[in-house]
């Protein structure tokens, strides 16, 4: 038989597990209500109480794209938490305290005592009231952006295919600079039902905005948006390439290449793999092939046979130091190659904002373009990277890669990576045809498969 003492010592970190879970519906409920408070901070103070809009002409682009990501992460944190609330109390009705051990109440144990009581009743069920307050605001805040976000949502699904036949897509900038996505009223002239054509509703529409006294500052503010946006992606892009490139240049030539010199340059074999050693005896081949015809047409003066030898030893000595050139360079690649990738890794991790604005200039150029050219777009790059000549293309970039890295170039991963990748990297883009692009522009799927053919 277990001894009581101990018994109540293994019980003691069931009990505090016990306990902790009991609590987490509170602690979500906590932290789900303080960023909904933040939230509402953040509209008291810049926004006279209202919800973040879309567009301001109080703020700028920038200022109000931070105030719009710092909302999109407290609304985050809010239904994570909440959600975390509700399944930890959905879990604790169906536990049952009696499936826990009793526990003695002579118990010597005082810690083992203080769990069991105060674990015994549920904390989040004792400050009801302050529970419903708690969830009043949270579900007020949700509910103010769910407002806020409906118009977007039904225009975005409203857009018939007239419309986008004539290349006015929910992502195309012409349909946002004329203000057609949602009207001021939060209402999509697109999306509504009527007795008349749609194309008078838009040019009733077109007619009412240009009779607005403040469309010219609608139209300034989305030209400096479109501006703002177009500087910043631009700025981004080519950090992204121009930074790593530096940053491998740099920790190649002041990091990689003077430690290596100091501890492994002397070690250092001639020849990486059996490629390159087959590379340089077909170069020394070469040149004594090239030096014998030159004496023997007479445009190199006869030489004794050991000057022969020297001309030849000379010529392996430069090959073997160029190879041992190529060698070293390659492992150093390797190196300076993972310095390059993790400041590109950086570099995307704390840029977040400016990644979102890129992938919407991105949506802006290629769904602003017409349908001609989207078209022309996919087949140059299918037939490229996927196409019938692919394959020597694919030969190159792979035999690029392995003479960086100094890899023995293999047929074999040649022929299967060419049989495999390009196969997938068709299919993806097939799929992205059919289920995205077939929905936003037909009109333009209808293009590719009419030049297609």
């Known amino acids: 038989m277990t001894p009581p003492n101990r018994s109540r010592g293994l019980l003691a970190p069931l009990y505090r597990l016990h306990g902790w879970y009991r609590?987490?519906?509170?602690?979500?409920l906590a932290s789900a209500y303080g960023a909904a408070r933040q939230i509402e901070q953040i509209e008291q103070r810049y926004f006279d109480g209202k919800p973040v809009p879309r567009r301001s002409t109080r703020y700028s682009a920038l200022e109000l794209a931070q105030f719009q990501a710092d909302v999109n992460s407290l609304l985050g944190d809010v239904r994570g938490r909440l959600a975390e609330f509700n399944a930890s109390r959905s879990t604790l009705n169906f536990l049952n305290e009696r499936s826990l051990p009793s526990v003695d109440p002579d118990a010597d144990s005082a810690e083992t005592l203080k769990l069991a009581e105060g674990n015994s009743d549920d904390p989040a069920a004792s400050n009801f009231s302050e529970i419903l307050d708690r969830l009043r605001v949270i579900d007020a805040v949700l509910k103010r952006y769910r407002a806020r976000d409906l118009p977007e949502t039904v225009t975005t699904r409203a857009i018939s295919p007239d419309e986008d036949r004539n290349g006015l897509t929910d992502a195309d900038?012409?349909?946002r600079s004329a203000g057609m996505?949602?009207?001021?009223?939060?209402?999509?002239?697109?999306?509504?039902?009527?007795?008349l054509p749609r194309s008078i509703l838009r040019t009733l529409d077109r007619i009412k905005r240009e009779l607005d006294p403040e469309?010219?500052?609608?139209?300034?503010?989305?030209?400096?948006?479109?501006?703002?946006?177009?500087?910043?992606?631009?700025?981004?892009?080519?950090?992204?390439?121009?930074?790593?490139?530096l940053v491998h240049q740099l920790a190649k030539t002041l990091v990689v290449?003077?430690?290596?010199?100091?501890?492994?340059?002397?070690?250092?074999?001639?020849?990486?793999?059996?490629?390159?050693?087959?590379?340089?005896?077909?170069?020394?081949?070469?040149?004594?092939?090239?030096?014998?015809?030159?004496?023997?047409?007479?445009?190199?003066?006869?030489?004794s046979e050991e000057e022969h030898r020297e001309k030849i030893r000379d010529k392996a000595l430069e090959i073997a130091e160029t190879y041992r050139g190529r060698s070293s360079n390659a492992i150093e690649n390797v190196f300076a190659d993972f310095f390059s990738f993790a400041s590109f890794c950086i570099i995307l991790a704390r840029s977040k904002r400016e990644v979102e604005i890129v992938k919407s200039f991105i949506d802006d150029v290629v769904y602003g373009l017409s349908d001609s050219a989207k078209a022309f777009i996919i087949i140059l790059f299918t037939d490229i990277f996927v196409g019938y000549h692919s394959p020597h293309g694919w030969e190159i970039a792979l035999e690029g890669v392995f003479h960086h890295f100094g890899l023995p170039e293999s047929r074999d991963f040649n022929f299967l990576f060419i049989a495999t990748f390009p196969v997938i990297l068709?299919?993806?883009?097939?799929y992205w045809i059919f289920r995205y692009l077939n929905r936003i522009s037909p009109s333009a799927v209808a293009t590719y498969r009419n030049m297609n053919e």
């Open 426 to 430: 068709d299919t993806v883009v097939k």
């Open 173 to 175: 900038p012409r349909l």
């Open 23 to 28: 609590k987490t519906p509170e602690r979500a």
């Open 215 to 245: 469309a010219e500052e609608d139209v300034v503010e989305t030209f400096r948006d479109s501006k703002s946006k177009t500087v910043i992606s631009l700025k981004f892009i080519l950090t992204l390439i121009l930074v790593p490139l």
């Open 257 to 303: 290449q003077p430690i290596y010199n100091n501890f492994w340059a002397q070690e250092q074999q001639v020849f990486l793999n059996s490629d390159m050693e087959e590379e340089a005896f077909m170069e020394l081949n070469h040149y004594r092939e090239r030096l014998e015809f030159q004496i023997e047409v007479g445009i190199a003066p006869p030489m």
């Open 181 to 195: 996505q949602s009207g001021k009223d939060g209402e999509s002239l697109a999306g509504s039902t009527s007795l």
